[in-house]
């Protein structure tokens, strides 16, 4: 089986050199908005951003706030060349990529991944939106960096030398994209931002963690939370630990990894969360910030 024991570090790791080939790094794990503050340290409080080293690459799921902490990192490690896959463009899986530092350094190379928006928005129309005026100051054009486009439709399948990134569709307002990474054997499931489906499972989702080494999924909510009856989370495009366990044990997945926690969700509360997850899949655990597990 895998090594798959996680070793929590500071915001910044370029001081940790692991010896595994496949390594998934967690830079940002909120989900919504960013939660800073004394009731946040140990789970973190940037927004969604995975980054996965693979057999020498780079690849970095989603540009949230922990974007910006990870692009500080990189910043002592250039020239970089890095693959970025969006699974949409919801504003806190986009909001760092405004602050991603090595962009703007000439020298550095970013091939970029993404759906096209249901009004017909391609990722580099959204990114570059975000950064027009009245809401930033700088266009996207002073990024200096070599910055290459790539739309993405679920089912694709894209292939970086002996690694191969599955796509699947994300049950999700304005839809969103799953990635299933693999080498050599090795699956690595990124599927934030989904809501289960009551009453079934989301047999898309299912064939695309079917089997994986891990599941990395939004348990934003707990049931209690989804189904409460005076404030019920239906409809908002999240999940739950529960409907996450479920899938996984369904796909036959070695270990889920609940991601995208919900920003009124404090530290106490989700080592709450945790002990319930690990009583009930106890090869699961909860993603926190600085966090980085070894697959290999």
Not at 70 to 82: F, I, N, R, Y
């Amino acid at each position: 089986m895998p090594d798959l024991e996680p070793s929590t570090l500071n915001s910044s790791s370029s001081e940790h050199q692991s010896a595994s080939p496949f390594t998934i790094h967690f830079w940002g794990v909120r989900g919504s908005i960013p939660a800073p503050g004394g009731g946040t340290v140990r789970y973190g409080g940037n927004t969604s951003c995975v980054e996965m080293r693979v057999a020498g690459k780079r690849l970095i799921f989603d540009g949230g706030t922990g974007l910006r902490v990870l692009g500080k990192d990189l910043m002592k490690q250039m020239p970089v060349e890095a693959y970025m896959f969006f699974s949409h463009s919801h504003w806190d899986h986009i909001q760092g990529f405004p602050f991603f530092l090595p962009a703007f350094v000439p020298g550095n190379r970013f091939h970029i991944y993404g759906g096209i928006a249901p009004n017909g928005a391609t990722m580099q129309q959204r990114l570059s939106n975000q950064m027009l005026h009245p809401n930033f100051p700088v266009p996207i054009q002073v990024m200096k960096s070599d910055l290459k486009f790539h739309d993405l439709a679920p089912g694709d399948v894209v292939t970086l030398d002996d690694i191969t990134i599955e796509t699947g569709p994300l049950n999700h307002p304005n839809t969103a994209i799953g990635y299933r990474v693999t080498w050599q054997g090795h699956t690595v499931v990124y599927a934030t931002d989904t809501e289960h489906y009551p009453d079934q499972l989301d047999e898309d989702l299912l064939h695309l963690a079917r089997d994986a080494d891990m599941l990395i999924y939004d348990a934003c909510f707990t049931d209690e939370e989804y189904y409460d009856e005076k404030a019920p989370r239906i409809g908002w495009g999240h999940s739950t630990w529960q409907a996450g366990l479920a899938l996984a044990k369904a796909a036959n997945v070695k270990r889920p990894v609940m991601f995208h926690h919900d920003p009124n969700h404090d530290d106490d509360f989700l080592d709450e969360v945790e002990a319930q997850v690990k009583a009930t899949f106890a090869n699961s655990l909860l993603a926190k910030e600085g966090m980085v597990l070894s697959l290999v």
